[in-house]
């Protein structure tokens, strides 16, 4: 199938494929029944929450209060936010940016570092460094994050102070702009080297604790395909002609390793999101998976909604993304199998 | 004559189990032999056994609490106590609770916990996945997509809202996650089925005119299983995790003895220099996790050697 062809088609299954998330999210939200209580408040009389539920459709039937609900995400409507007190669309950019921001140092840390460590592994197969690799990566699938998050917490906030927890120090994020709400940009956009380094600061240790996870995905993809590259008639042939072994390594075996490794970048990428849940509520870091924990324990649907959603689309964009960059560098490649 | 058609089996292990049973059984055998090889996998079992044994045996490791053993007994003279203190070798939390306890009878949940979620999405994927792969057509593509909703978002993030919605209790982190994982089942065990279904024996038998359920449960579902038996050990171990991650955020009921509700019981004391709740109990598991990963590794290297080390 032509790349152009097969994109086309992804691009619009994406629509129904969103359309099904809405269903059962919306449809999971009403099974506890009305979600009027975040609404309410406890001296109300029963005239007065009736008048509510009427206001927002809730005394309606189920599929004319899920039109009402689509009716509004197109005019940009996605309900209150009770955790949040705000509506949500007024909120959902700023958690947005705070969580693209983490999962961002968190995908650059894990690819890189994973892209190396695999290169090793791979290069030295059954020597030492391939066994750490091996290991590496069954504990990065073994550890809970959030346990991972907490380990970490002690020596290099507790007892070290190195780094603090939350996104910045409040002094310095009133001092300047921020257009973007991703705090290493705005400081950059800024020009001003303190505020980044404080957002640097605040980004670190959690960005290392959710790359983990993602990181152990990417060491073995590139752990698996470095060694089959290693075995190509291709890097013989470099060999052959004299080339130092660094050359033929980073420059025959390392490239064409690289390509099957792109493929597992957008199931990592759902690591992030996942991981992300439980490294924000430790670290105090208030993005989306901060957000929806509070939002969780409160009951309050719009904002479990919303989430679901925003992460939804998010996963599969990355993962639609993902697949083109690939069909582009491997032309051998045949999409839609 | 056994033992030459014992041979063929070894080395292709796709082959149609046609013959006598016995022939069956010196493959898995061998099989068996061959994973046994693997010292990681050894140490993946033994762990796995020594779990067993905890949860089996935890009444007589721990003496039960009453009216219930999943609630630790509250020993409030002793708060917050470091290891090695009488009666708490692994210490209390700061509600007196004995970590020691906890983890052992957290156990029993985990095995609970991974068994029913495990056995219900396979079963319940194969299912799916079997019916698009032998029907074809319309249904194949409308259970694809259901499968391709459900695949757009997360496991852990779906299984979180789903939790949210029915309210905190370990029994609905079970159905959480059992809504979730059966996806995944349906999806390889369907890809397994389109391959085999082309295979020479899977026309001989349509040419003799046999059953198309005969087909299906005596040559199409034993000779497509092989990568789903790698899926459910890996994830005895991932539920565990994402269970765990679950009612650490706290969508278990307080105080049970469930290892994510220790880590989060004992993570205001992490900060006060109190370490060891949280640690041992995180521990227990990492060690769970790593245990299944260990066993699925090493099954996969054996049964399915095309996609070794990924």
Avoid: C
Avoid at chain 1, 94 to 122: D, H, Q, R, S
Avoid at chain 2, 116 to 140: E, H, N, P
Avoid at chain 2, 194 to 219: F, L, M, P
Avoid at chain 2, 289 to 294: H, T, V, W, Y
């Amino acid at each position: 199938m032509q790349v152009r062809d097969y994109l086309l088609r992804r691009l619009a299954l994406l629509p129904v494929i969103m359309l099904g998330v809405s269903v059962i999210v919306f449809t999971l939200t009403r099974f506890t029944g009305s979600p009027v209580g975040i609404y309410a408040t406890p001296n109300m009389t029963p005239e007065e929450i009736a008048a509510l539920e009427a206001r927002y459709l809730l005394d309606q039937p189920i599929p004319l209060q899920y039109a009402a609900w689509i009716g509004g995400l197109f005019r940009g409507d996605l309900g209150w936010s009770g955790v949040s007190v705000a509506p949500v669309t007024e909120v959902i950019g700023l958690k947005f940016a705070a969580t693209l921001e983490l999962a961002i140092a968190a995908g650059l840390i894990a690819v890189l570092a994973g892209v190396a460590l695999g290169t090793v592994a791979g290069v030295r197969r059954n020597k030492a460094p391939d066994h750490g690799a091996r290991m590496f990566s069954i504990l990065g699938a073994s550890t809970p994050t959030f346990w991972f998050g907490l380990l970490l917490l002690v020596p290099f906030y507790l007892w070290l102070d190195w780094f603090p927890l939350g996104r910045s120090t409040p002094e310095i994020f009133s001092s300047i702009a921020h257009p973007t709400g991703m705090y290493t940009l705005d400081a950059l956009i800024a020009l001003s080297p303190g505020a980044f380094l404080d957002a640097i600061r605040h980004l670190i240790l959690p960005a290392v604790v959710l790359a983990f996870g993602a990181m152990a995905i990417i060491v073995r993809m590139m752990r698996s395909s470095m060694v089959e590259a290693m075995s190509e008639e291709y890097v013989d042939a470099a060999r052959a002609k004299g080339l130092p072994n660094k050359v033929v390594i980073r420059r025959h075996a390392r490239r064409n390793a690289l390509l099957p490794t792109t493929t597992v970048i957008g199931l990592s990428f759902g690591f992030l999101l996942q991981g992300a849940v439980a490294v924000e509520l430790i670290f105090r870091w208030p993005g989306l998976g901060q957000w929806v924990t509070s939002a969780v324990l409160s009951g309050d649907q719009a904002t479990i909604m919303a989430y679901v959603l925003i992460t939804a689309l998010i996963f599969m964009t990355v993962n639609l993304a993902v697949d083109v960059a690939y069909a582009y560098l491997d032309r051998r490649v045949v999409l839609g199998e | 004559m056994t033992t030459k058609t014992g041979k063929m089996g070894a080395t292709s292990p796709r082959a149609p189990r046609k013959s006598a049973g016995t022939v069956k059984w010196a493959r898995r055998l061998e099989v068996g032999r061959e994973v046994l090889r693997n010292p990681l996998t050894v140490i993946g079992l033994s762990i796995i056994f020594l779990f067993l044994l905890m949860a089996i045996f935890a009444p007589l490791l721990a003496e039960p609490n009453q009216p219930d053993p999943y609630q630790s007994p509250r020993d409030w003279s002793n708060i917050d106590s470091p290891p090695g203190i009488a009666g708490h070798v692994l210490g209390t939390d700061s509600t007196g609770g004995d970590v020691l306890y906890g983890i052992i009878w957290g156990s029993r949940l985990s095995l609970q916990l991974s068994v029913t979620v495990v056995l219900f999405t396979l079963v319940f994927g194969t299912i799916v996945g079997s019916i698009a792969a032998m029907k074809g057509g319309r249904i194949d593509n409308l259970l694809m997509r259901i499968v391709d909703v459900f695949l757009s978002i997360p496991e852990l993030i779906f299984a979180l809202a789903i939790a949210a919605v029915l309210g905190p209790a370990f029994s609905n982190i079970i159905l959480a996650l059992a809504a979730v994982f059966w996806v995944k089942y349906a999806r390889i065990i369907r890809g397994e089925i389109i391959k085999v279904k082309q295979a020479e024996y899977v026309a001989a038998a349509k040419v003799v005119g046999d059953s198309s359920w005969n087909i299906y449960r005596k040559d199409v579902l034993p000779n497509a299983a092989t990568p789903l038996i790698v899926q459910a050990t890996l994830d005895m171990g991932n539920v565990v995790l994402i269970g765990a991650t679950l009612s650490f955020i706290g969508l278990a009921q307080a105080g049970l003895t469930e290892w994510g509700a220790l880590v989060s019981a004992g993570q205001s004391g992490l900060l006060a220099g109190e370490w060891w709740v949280s640690t041992f109990a995180g521990l227990a598991i990492v060690l769970w996790a790593l245990a299944f990963n260990l066993v699925g590794d090493g099954l996969r290297d054996v049964l399915d050697p095309k996609t070794e080390g990924r």
